[in-house]
Each structure stands twice: as structure tokens, then as C-alpha cells.
């Protein structure tokens, strides 16, 4: 069971990215998606979820209006196009499968599967 995560780098503050996350597994079109980071010292937060017909967002605070969620069944990917970046989003990004996950102030509970993080550097 794979999630790879890619599309981070260095960009400066303004700027824009998207992180893609693919899928080895085909039951991961049936399940909500997300993306969640960490920052050196923070806990991982949540950024933003997508249910699995992809007709529902959640999204942080922090990135609302900045970042957009999206996926293609078809492709088996999530992506996160973020745009108007700040240092303060610098973090390492993790995209994450759930199969029964749920959102609740301001945070998607239940993810099940994880992948490995791309790191995202925002410079001031």
C-alpha cells in the first residue's frame, strides 16, 4: 500500500505549488483524502481533506483561499495547488488516505494510510 507524495520545493513567498500524491492501490478511489504537514518542532496539522467523489473540501483556516484540493479518480491522485505561499507554511507535506475518517473542528480524524512527506520551503 503506497502514497507518494511530490511536487514540494523552494519557492519564495508568493509563490505557488502543487503537490501531487499517486496511489499504487485502486481502493483508495473510494476513500476520503488529505493533506496534512509539519513543521520542525510543531505537531503535524491538518491543511485540507477531499471526500471521495471529491464534491466536499475541508480546509484549515490558515490555507483557506490560498489552497485548493482536488483528485482524479481515474488517476488514482489528490493534488494541492497552493498559491500566495508564506514562510509560515514551510513544513514537510504528507498526503494520507481514510476509509471512514470524518471532520470536526477544524481537523480530519481517522486517516489510515500515510505517505511519505515532500518538504515544501517557503523563503521570506
Known amino acids: 500500500v503506497q502514497l507518494q507524495a511530490s511536487g514540494g520545493g523552494l519557492v ?6 502543487r503537490l ?5 492501490e485502486r481502493m483508495f478511489s473510494t476513500y476520503a483524502k488529505g493533506w496534512f504537514r509539519q513543521a520542525p518542532g510543531k505537531e503535524r496539522e491538518f491543511v485540507a481533506a477531499i471526500n471521495w467523489s471529491g464534491d466536499t473540501t475541508y480546509y484549515a483556516d490558515s490555507v483557506k483561499g490560498r ?6 479518480n481515474a488517476k488514482n491522485t ?4 497552493m498559491v500566495s505561499l508564506k514562510p509560515e ?10 476509509s471512514s ?5 477544524g481537523f480530519y480524524y481517522g486517516m489510515d494510510y500515510w505517505g511519505k512527506g515532500t518538504q515544501v ?4
Request: aromatic content about 10%; proline content about 0%; overall charge negative.
Open 78 to 81: 489528490v493534488s494541492l495547488q
Open 20 to 24: 501531487s500524491c499517486a496511489s499504487s
Open 89 to 98: 507554511d514551510t513544513a514537510v507535506y504528507y498526503c494520507a488516505a481514510s
Open 121 to 124: 520551503t517557503v523563503s521570506s
Open 67 to 72: 489552497f485548493t484540493i482536488s483528485r482524479d
Open 12 to 17: 519564495q513567498a508568493g509563490g505557488s505549488l
Open 101 to 105: 475518517g470524518h471532520y470536526r473542528d
